[in-house]
């Protein structure tokens, strides 16, 4: 309490406006002899001053004035049996240091008799500054974490200390969530590159390529967020790490084009790649989305119309306009080499044909038979007809005599 105290003179720092509410000190003020609040019948029950007169001769006070400790505290036996009676006594015009409506749930005590109980938990209550913006809301949460733990350290770990207030729960997020959506991101686009590297043909280019339009992607989004007036928060990152996954459809597809590409100039393959699946692109990818990103601007819901269609727009715009106009241009410098086609694939690693092997490729003569597979009469080849097999021979011999 004395340390929250000393934060309080400093509001500016630390944002605590008000002294703390401490229910040890209202209840030493309400146990004390000279008050007329803790009284007790001569069964040892609590008289309550809401309940009995303070001049009813059946309740006398529960200490005298030589009980009390060099703190004016109760000795320890009677500590906790009239802590417990403190927070059941309601505040009265004879008594207005009574717990319960105070202090009726800031103290918790362990289970048994109250010779043996202990205060298990408690809080002290204070306020903050006037708080304006959500800096102002971030600041003042940053500031009491950073005394809870110092208070942590000085009870030497005995108790530990933690903050609470209704806005923490929502502006909890905001400490974190500069870094972990770094982390995320990071890990989206790691994925990214080993997934496009597999499956693009094992090219550390056309992975390069299509990470590095994705990344700026997102950093145009980003930028589209601060112009737009779009916080970021919890669902903001949620749809910037869902972005990562959608451009990939914007670049994936231009990039296995140009590296299928046949054309000897990376300007000549740029150019039939975007040709090939431009409009692939624009009309399957970019025009579908929008299409169904229209219906969330008539919502009149300002979560659906900031978070969803701000954002799904930028996604589609600036996917679009990478992936059919700068990724283009950038392949043209950093593009991956022309994959090799299919049949050269399939003959990799084989041996040229032998010349043996070539002249048994070269057309012949086709020998027909009948169906009784009896030699043919004559001999057919793809020029026409000659003399029968039987008479070759002759007809040689023939030309050789005539001088043929």
């Given at each position: 309490?004395?340390?929250?105290?000393?934060?309080?003179?400093?509001?500016?720092?630390?944002?605590?406006?008000?002294?703390?509410?401490?229910?040890?000190?209202?209840?030493?003020?309400?146990?004390?002899?000279?008050?007329?609040?803790?009284?007790?019948?001569?069964?040892?029950?609590?008289?309550?001053?809401?309940?009995?007169?303070?001049?009813?001769?059946?309740?006398?006070?529960?200490?005298?004035?030589?009980?009390?400790?060099?703190?004016?505290?109760?000795?320890?036996?009677?500590?906790?049996?009239?802590?417990?009676?403190?927070?059941?006594?309601?505040?009265?015009?004879?008594?207005?240091?009574?717990?319960?409506?105070?202090?009726?749930?800031a103290v918790k005590l362990s289970s048994g008799p109250a010779s043996n109980q202990t205060v298990e938990a408690s809080y002290f209550m204070t306020y903050h500054t006037v708080l304006s913006d959500d800096d102002d809301y971030i600041r003042a949460l940053k500031r009491a974490e950073e005394i809870a733990q110092n208070l942590t350290l000085s009870l030497n770990g005995s108790s530990t200390v933690f903050p609470y207030s209704v806005f923490y729960v929502f502006y909890e997020q905001y400490l974190t969530v500069a870094s972990q959506s770094a982390v995320n991101l990071g890990i989206c686009a790691a994925a990214i590159f080993v997934v496009t590297f597999v499956l693009l043909g094992f090219s550390i280019m056309s992975a390069f390529t299509v990470t590095l339009t994705v990344v700026m992607i997102v950093v145009d989004i980003m930028g589209m967020m601060w112009a737009w007036g779009i916080s970021f928060n919890a669902i903001s990152v949620v749809n910037l790490v869902m972005a990562t996954g959608i451009s990939v459809e914007f670049c994936a597809h231009i990039v296995r084009s140009f590296a299928l590409s046949r054309k000897k100039d990376d300007i000549e393959r740029a150019k039939e790649s975007l040709s090939e699946m431009g409009s692939s692109v624009l009309s399957g990818i970019t025009l579908t989305k929008c299409l169904g990103i229209i219906v969330l601007a008539f919502s009149k819901s300002q979560l659906f119309e900031v978070f969803y269609f701000r954002m799904y727009l930028g996604i589609v715009v600036f996917g679009a306009s990478h992936g059919l106009i700068f990724l283009p241009v950038l392949l043209t410098y950093i593009g991956p080499s022309a994959m090799p086609s299919p049949e050269a694939v399939f003959n990799k690693g084989k041996s040229p044909p032998s010349r043996r092997a070539r002249r048994q490729q070269q057309p012949g003569p086709l020998i027909t038979r009948s169906p009784d597979h009896s030699p043919p009469p004559t001999a057919t080849t793809l020029y026409g007809q000659i003399a029968p097999p039987n008479e070759l021979p002759k007809e040689r011999a023939r030309r050789v005599q005539s001088g043929q």
């Open positions: 309490v004395q340390e929250l105290t000393r934060y309080a003179q400093v509001k500016q720092y630390s944002t605590i406006a008000s002294l703390p509410n401490s229910w040890l000190d209202d209840y030493l003020s309400w146990v004390n002899p000279q008050s007329q609040c803790c009284r007790v019948f001569n069964n040892g029950s609590f008289c309550s001053t809401d309940r009995y007169p303070v001049d009813d001769s059946n309740c006398t006070k529960c200490l005298n004035p030589g009980d009390l400790n060099t703190c004016f505290s109760p000795p320890r036996d009677k500590f906790m049996h009239l802590l417990d009676y403190f927070l059941k006594d309601n505040p009265n015009v004879h008594c207005a240091k009574g717990g319960h409506a105070a202090y009726g749930t």
